[in-house]
């Protein structure tokens, strides 16, 4: 007898903790940009597992990699050394273009988490991050993370950390001092509904940073391993140097896998024995990571990511929807700004048409599709999408 959804959702309350609600989907299989939930829907996937699965669902060579790597050696430790962790941690700083030492962990959070322990190795405690920004929900990272709600339950948080208004180069320039260690910035602001900072915004930190001897780190989480046109967000506009970047979501290839790349200086203020974790640098989820990279680089994704996401764009914006506002991101990372509070209902109208999306925020659905996404599967969402977006509007009582 087959399991569906309904069932699915009974079971997860009977075991799993509340903290995410009751998933509305129970998904079983995928296969490229395509998922099939426990009744038999098909959908097209626009949240990707949220901006994780770049290769898409089931990809072979991601598949053939693990399935090789753990027949092989599935797991060392990091007392000892194997071919994937290096040869993963090479292919990073090949793809940074810059000398530098990598550090592997699990997930996003444990890359900031280690961002912060790197930066209070510089011996200053104070730290400015921004407004709004998401950096995972660690205790060290939530104390990065500017987002009151997420953290008033968990109060004291570690640290004597500065949040400043994203984007606003003066606000910067006046919380970071020569008492502060790091200065944490995502390129695009993921979570927050994918706030995109004026131009000029990187440069002007990695200036300000640099005369106050400030780590610069940039959280490469979401926008990282080619999610917005480029191997890594921050190498797109402006040439910033920063010191650390970190790095997790489409890295692994769905596998738990985080990194954060140190740089000059914050290349060696990690000591021995200062900072571990056993799976960090797992030679399964590494060699996930390098097949990620190779696909990317042998297929030409980061071209596809640009051109799928300027269709997407401008095809969205010139469907002049009433709810439709604008469109912001980079690459395949894209918040359709709405007139109206209305991004759950648009979520759940999406869903009922084929499509998986998300609402990071009230008047924003977030579209963060694998780079495999073919055209014909964004055309199919363009045609969609008005009567989506029309069902929203009709529905204005919500859940
Ligand atoms: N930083 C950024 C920019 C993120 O978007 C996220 C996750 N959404 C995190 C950190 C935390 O990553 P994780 O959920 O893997 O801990």
Redesign the pocket.
Same mark, same amino acid.
């Given at each position: 007898m087959s399991t569906g959804n309904e069932e699915y959702r009974t079971r997860w309350k009977g075991a799993l903790t509340d903290n995410y609600g009751t998933p509305a989907l129970a998904l079983v299989r995928g296969e490229g940009a395509q998922v099939w939930d426990a009744d038999g829907t098909r959908y097209t996937d626009f949240v990707g597992g949220?901006a994780v699965n770049a290769l898409g669902h089931a990809h072979p060579a991601v598949v053939a990699a693990v399935t090789s790597q753990i027949r092989t050696l599935g797991h060392v430790s990091n007392l000892y050394v194997s071919e994937p962790v290096i040869a993963l941690g090479e292919r990073l700083l090949q793809l940074f273009g810059r000398p530098g030492k990598v550090f592997f962990c699990n997930? *996003? @959070? !444990?890359a900031?988490e280690a961002a912060f322990k790197i930066g209070r190795l510089t011996g200053r405690t104070h730290m400015v991050a921004t407004a709004g920004g998401?950096? *995972?929900?660690t205790m060290g @990272?939530l104390a990065l993370t500017g987002q009151p709600k997420k953290q008033d339950p968990f109060l004291p948080l570690p640290g004597d950390v500065t949040h400043v208004p994203y984007g606003d180069t003066e606000a910067l320039r006046a919380a970071v001092t020569e008492q502060t260690a790091l200065v944490v910035i !995502?390129p695009v602001q *993921?979570?927050n509904g994918v706030v995109v900072p004026p131009p000029g915004y990187l440069t002007a930190a990695r200036e300000i940073t640099r005369a106050t001897g400030t780590l610069l780190v940039l959280?490469e989480?979401?926008t990282g391993i080619g999610r917005c046109g480029q191997w890594f967000e921050h190498q797109a506009h402006e040439g910033v140097e920063p010191d650390l970047v970190?790095l @997790?979501?489409g890295l692994g290839g769905g596998l738990p896998l *985080?990194a954060v790349a140190a740089f000059g200086a914050a290349a060696d203020l990690l000591r021995p024995g200062q900072h571990g974790t056993t799976f960090g640098g797992n030679p399964v989820a590494c060699a996930a990571g390098l097949a990620v990279i190779d696909t990317i680089a042998a297929e030409g994704l980061l071209e596809q990511v640009k051109a799928r996401g300027e269709r997407l764009r401008s095809g969205i914006e010139a469907s002049a929807h009433p709810l439709v506002s604008h469109v912001r991101g980079a690459g395949l990372l894209l918040g359709i700004v709405l007139t109206e509070p209305l991004a759950p209902q648009v979520q759940q109208a999406a869903q009922d048409a084929g499509y998986l999306v998300n609402a990071p925020a009230p008047d924003v659905v977030r579209l963060m599709p694998p780079y495999v996404l073919s055209q014909g599967e964004a055309d199919a969402f363009l045609r969609d999408l008005p009567g989506i977006l029309d069902a929203a509007n009709g529905d204005g009582s919500g859940e």
């Open positions: 949220i997930s *996003g @959070a !444990e900031v998401f950096h *995972g929900r @990272a !995502e *993921g979570e959280d989480v979401q970190t @997790a979501k *985080g």
